[in-house]
């Protein structure tokens, strides 16, 4: 396999922790990039369990960069600084989210509609050169696919270190159709390294999108890979692995991520509380009758119970 070619690892609340991503690297292989879910800042200040994110994050040894999500300049500058504290010379700026409550506040994919903004803080990556690499995540617009055109050449006056691109709008949030004609454009537009991120769900898609999109420096996949864990080393290895294997290999992450979570964590509620996001991550490995055990269970003894039976 091509060892220039990026896989990354999309970040997701609630799933895609310290704990997940320590575990994962040691499946996937060393050189998988992951991102932290977003640094936010809330009530005038970055919010502490992100900072306290950080400072776990750092010793874990995987390759890791920051993300921020901002709605301002003065936001923005707030959490580089953070993330330059806690020992970071990376940071992944957020213009992708597509959740409402954070595209309302003009945060996520909601600060690609205010140029005004995205211009004061191209002046603020400026000033932090030789001290900090930055990259952008983004979709294409909120309602419509083509509004990346207002921002292109504020994004290509940074200096990033790539650009990766869901080529969605906010609004179909993860489904719909994926706007492929806009992502070339965009692509063609584009001064910096391109990443696709969007459905990538097996090493033939990953093959696929190489051989469509030559240009591409790597792939990011988020869902996918959290319902297929072996997906990067599949595609390094060059073949698919067998059914049992992967599900072996995500049975085995998840008793991991139960056991950190239990060591971690405040209770079983807390622990079962945690682990609720994790169900539609599991429908292709587990009965759907010891899913719903592990989901019904009032106790981590009786989860445990339920997993080691699927395992």
């Not at 995500?250 to 996001?277: I, K, N």
Request: aromatic share 10%.
């Amino acid at each position: 396999m091509d060892d220039d070619f990026r896989l990354m690892c999309a970040p997701l609340q609630g799933l895609t922790d310290s704990a997940f991503r320590r575990f994962h690297t040691s499946l996937a292989g060393e050189g998988v990039e992951y991102f932290t879910p977003f640094l936010r800042v809330e009530h005038g200040d970055v919010r502490r369990r992100d900072v306290s994110e950080l400072a776990v994050s750092h010793r874990d040894g995987v390759n890791l960069t920051p993300q921020v999500i901002f709605r301002s300049a003065d936001e923005f500058t707030m959490l580089v600084d953070t993330v330059i504290a806690a020992g970071y010379d990376k940071v992944d700026m957020n213009m992708g989210c597509p959740f409402p409550p954070q595209v309302k506040k003009g945060r996520g994919a909601g600060i690609l509609m205010r140029p005004d903004v995205l211009a004061e803080v191209a002046e603020r990556v400026e000033s932090y050169s030789g001290r900090v690499s930055f990259l952008v995540k983004m979709r294409l617009g909120i309602d419509c696919a083509d509004s990346w055109r207002g921002v292109v050449e504020l994004l290509n006056a940074m200096p990033l270190d790539h650009v990766a691109i869901h080529p969605r709008t906010a609004s179909q949030q993860y489904a719909g159709e994926i706007y492929y004609g806009e992502f070339e454009s965009l692509a063609g537009e584009l001064r910096h390294p391109v990443i696709f991120n969007g459905e990538v769900r097996t090493p033939g898609d990953i093959e696929r999108l190489r051989e469509r999109y030559p240009f591409i420096a790597g792939v990011m996949a988020g869902r996918g890979l959290l319902s297929r864990p072996t997906l990067f080393a599949e595609y390094r290895s060059g073949q698919e692995f067998d059914a049992e294997s992967r599900r072996r290999a995500a049975l085995d992450l998840h008793r991991r991520l139960v056991d950190e979570y239990a060591s971690t964590l405040c209770g079983d509620t807390q622990v079962l509380s945690h682990l609720v996001a994790w169900r539609e991550y599991l429908v292709d490995y587990i009965d759907r009758k010891l899913l719903k055990q592990m989901y019904k269970a009032k106790t981590l003894e009786a989860y445990r119970q339920a997993l080691n039976r699927a395992m």
